[in-house]
């Protein structure tokens, strides 16, 4: 019974030693790539984005929600942005069917520092694809404004949620 627990002990122990955090900082080269670290994104690049930003529009409230997730590419663990929106002001945006996923198509510290991000959006009310850019303006304002997207399979023209807004976070 020693034996074993003096094992899994040292079992533990290793496991600790190589699951290893990186904070990724401007101007930090990283030279060895190394597997099973989680590459992190500066919290003072990435807390800017982070949180509820929302509009009442007509009596219907627009809310997106920007999160980090721990992604793994490729045996290395990085940050990603994702986002959820939900438009119409009876659910709730934690209820998983009413709110809708989308990632940003870029990330990194220089896209962080710039002040914008892009995403790669879906209407699901209109199953259609468009392109959203998310820019700061002030420490809780940003600008929210959809576009159109190639999208051979669908015609409708606009989407099924307003397309410009000015966001305040909550």
């Given at each position: 019974?020693?034996?074993?627990?003096?094992?899994?002990?040292?079992?533990?122990?290793?496991?600790c030693?190589?699951a290893?955090?990186?904070t990724?900082?401007?101007?930090?080269?990283?030279?060895?790539?190394?597997?099973?670290?989680?590459?992190?994104?500066?919290?003072?690049?990435?807390n800017?984005?982070?949180?509820?930003?929302?509009?009442?529009?007509n009596?219907?409230?627009?809310k997106?929600?920007i999160?980090?997730?721990?992604?793994?590419?490729?045996?290395i663990?990085?940050?990603?942005?994702a986002?959820?929106y939900?438009?119409?002001g009876?659910?709730?945006?934690?209820?998983?069917?009413?709110?809708?996923?989308?990632?940003?198509?870029?990330?990194?510290?220089?896209?962080?520092?710039?002040?914008?991000?892009?995403f790669?959006?879906?209407?699901?009310?209109?199953?259609k694809?468009?392109?959203?850019?998310?820019?700061?303006?002030q420490?809780?304002?940003?600008?929210?404004?959809?576009?159109?997207?190639?999208?051979?399979?669908?015609d409708?023209?606009g989407?099924?949620?307003?397309?410009?807004?000015?966001?305040t976070r909550?």
């Open positions: 019974m020693k034996n074993i627990i003096f094992l899994l002990a040292i079992a533990l122990n290793i496991s030693i190589t290893q955090e990186v990724l900082k401007k101007g930090r080269k990283i030279e060895n790539v190394k597997r099973g670290t989680y590459y992190k994104t500066d919290k003072a690049l990435l800017k984005y982070l949180g509820i930003w929302s509009m009442t529009i009596n219907k409230t627009f997106f929600k999160s980090k997730k721990k992604t793994e590419v490729d045996g663990y990085i940050d990603r942005i986002g959820k939900y438009y119409d009876k659910t709730d945006i934690y209820k998983n069917d009413s709110v809708y996923e989308c990632s940003a198509m870029e990330y990194g510290l220089d896209v962080l520092e710039k002040g914008s991000l892009r790669r959006f879906w209407d699901y009310d209109y199953k694809y468009g392109k959203l850019e998310f820019k700061l303006l420490d809780n304002k940003a600008s929210f404004k959809l576009r159109e997207s190639y999208n051979p399979d669908n409708i023209k989407f099924s949620i307003p397309t410009e807004m000015i966001l909550n």
